[in-house]
């Protein structure tokens, strides 16, 4: 155990006390239930002086060289935490923790206890069990607020009321001394150091429901501020989590006493545990975003005094500032998406004990796993076996920038993941069957499990995780981002856009219909009759394949640029789109995600789908500078969506209404 390393004082009084009552218990039952006692998944040290002098840390900051001197880093340490082995408490172990402020009793309205400890005896009838049965839900819209439109399931019937304090959420009282203390610069924070959209979200994450938002990331720094509000939660419910099983281990050992006296006394139940110990997992697209969640972690985690491999950390995840050529010229929003590491491929798993962090645990040692979706199916897909046993028993997942994972990666690794959360284990992993809860056992854990996406807009991709992979049986929540600005009205040249629309109803039939129509509509004029200068947008890189063979197969001259391009590449194929030698351009929407390459001489565009990211469209409507340039976009009633971030709400309902399959809109 990693908290009892340097401290031979406590191992030995652990290996008398283990001594004693091996003596006194020779009974199977005993033994059996003292086994209950040791085997849990928490590090604490046998409480003892020195613990008396804890000290929360003080005068703490943002700035990453501020923090370095607030704690102590230590550099990789050689033992791993054991995450079944626990000190046995010596007597009145849980009161005087919980005078320290270490330890915090349940009032018996707490959510987390009305959540997590109603169905804890195993129902084993297979014939009646829905694993993982998708629930049938319908939406209805709430109320309007700030951030957008609340839309709530069928199954919310009392909806969280509006916040108040930080108290009333239920959170514990050391994480709200700690949070306190770190905002108490922040003066331009509202009371309790919240801002409008953490105290919108907040009552919603305490209360279990999963949770959609979309909002502008890099607006009044959304997504940073919703971070928080997550991390508050995680904590919180790692901090419960632990004091439940605190409280547990004391019953129990008070029941070992009690059972010598009376060798009758019912057994106790205490089922307060999964099959494996994480139970969060965190889902982001770029080790910078992990970067600033486990800072944020430091931060915010009470009583920590030490950081084990912080400085592996510090070398693996930080990254000096962008310096490619151009760099600066970038968008704003690029610029602060890629201005760090954005390095797509890594796991981390980060143990939370009394006083210490550990980052770079193992899994099965984790309390949170922090990943990208590509790392942790390497990461499976590593072992000998393939291995996701450690994603047996998690209780909360998130997706922070669902929208880079799933259309800007790839989607399926992402939806492969959702898809072994809460499974049975292959193996048992050391578990302790007697402190798993019973509707674990019973199968019905993905029914406790709380999805938490944040996505600058939402999509029908987006749409179908949240509702696929979603069984929690505490109900969804949708903030849905009503008051933005369409990318029209972002465009500055005056042209006329023509919009021509792709007759088809079947959603799986879609592709086809799209590439059908661009190959009889589309393609003729531009293979009869050389129009130079002229670009083909295309959202997705399975459509830009066949495009690709289209023209390749026609013998139409042509550049190609995707996010696998390299630069060279791309200097070349701009020199010779500029100088008219290839008089098209076929162009994805991610090596524009990427890469934010400009054209100066564009005189046509021809958007094979509507872009995704509404900035894109203004951004390629700008750079035409010429007096008699084109825009051309096809859209299906599928695309929805990215039609209303393009020509704002109105126009999109007059267009996705009307009877005509070919509309235009002059800027």
Known sequence: NNDNDNNDDDDNNNNQLNSSIKNKHENSQYLRLEADLIKTDLNFNLFSKQDNDLQLLSQE????????????????????????TENLFVNEKINVLAKAGLIEHFVESDPFLLRFQSDIIPDFNHKNKNFKKIPVRSFKLHNTNILGNVYISSEITHFPSNFTNLENLYLRKRLISKWNKLNTKNKYLSDNYLNQLQKTVLPILCASHDLLITSNPYEKDNQRHFRVAYLLHCLNHLLKSRDLILINNDTIRKQLEDRKKDPKLQNFQARDQGFTRPKILILVPFRSFANEIIQQICRMTPGILTINRYTRFRDEYSAPN???????????????????????????????????????????????????????????????????????????????????MMHMQNPNHLEQILSYLNRYPKSTNDTNFTRVRGYTLSGKSCEYCQTI????????????????????????????????????????????????????????????????????????????????????????????????????????????????????????????????????????????????????????????????????????????QHTDSQCTLLYSIFDKFEIERIVGKDNSKAIMNSNSSNHMITL
């Open 453 to 624: 996406i944040y996505s600058p807009f939402l999509s029908g991709e987006i749409n179908k995780i949240f509702h696929q992979y979603s069984y929690n049986k505490a109900g969804q929540v949708k903030i849905i981002e009503a008051r933005f600005l369409p990318a029209i009205s972002a465009c500055i040249n005056k042209i006329s856009i023509h919009l021509e629309k792709i007759d088809c109803k079947q959603l799986e039939l879609i592709s086809d219909a799209r590439f059908d129509y661009f190959e009889k509509k589309i393609f003729p004029k531009l293979r009869d009759t050389i129009q130079p200068n002229t670009l083909i947008f295309i959202p997705s890189y399975f459509d830009f394949v066949r495009i690709r063979n289209l023209f390749l197969k026609e013998e139409v001259d042509c550049e190609f640029l995707h996010e696998y391009t390299t630069r060279k590449d791309v200097k070349k194929s701009k020199k010779k789109f500029a100088t008219g030698k290839s008089p098209y351009i076929i162009y994805t929407e991610r090596v524009h995600f990427f890469f934010r390459i400009n054209f100066s001489t564009i005189k046509q565009i021809i958007f094979y789908g509507p872009p995704l990211y509404n900035q894109f469209f203004s951004e390629f409507v700008n750079m035409l």
């Open 61 to 84: 900051s943002d700035n990453t060289n501020q923090i370095d001197n607030d704690y102590d880093y230590s550099d990789p340490i050689q033992k791993e935490s054991n995450p079944i």
């Open 322 to 404: 962008n310096t490619a050529p151009g760099f600066k010229k970038k968008p704003d929003d690029y610029r602060k998406l890629f201005e760090a590491n954005t390095d797509d491929s890594f796991r981390i798993g980060v143990t939370i004990s009394r006083t210490q962090i550990t980052l770079f645990s193992k899994f099965y040692s984790s309390d949170i796993i922090i990943a990208s979706p590509v790392g942790l199916i390497l990461t499976m897909q590593e072992q000998k076996e393939f291995d996701c046993d450690f994603l047996s028993s998690i209780e909360m997942v998130i997706l922070e920038r669902a929208d880079i």
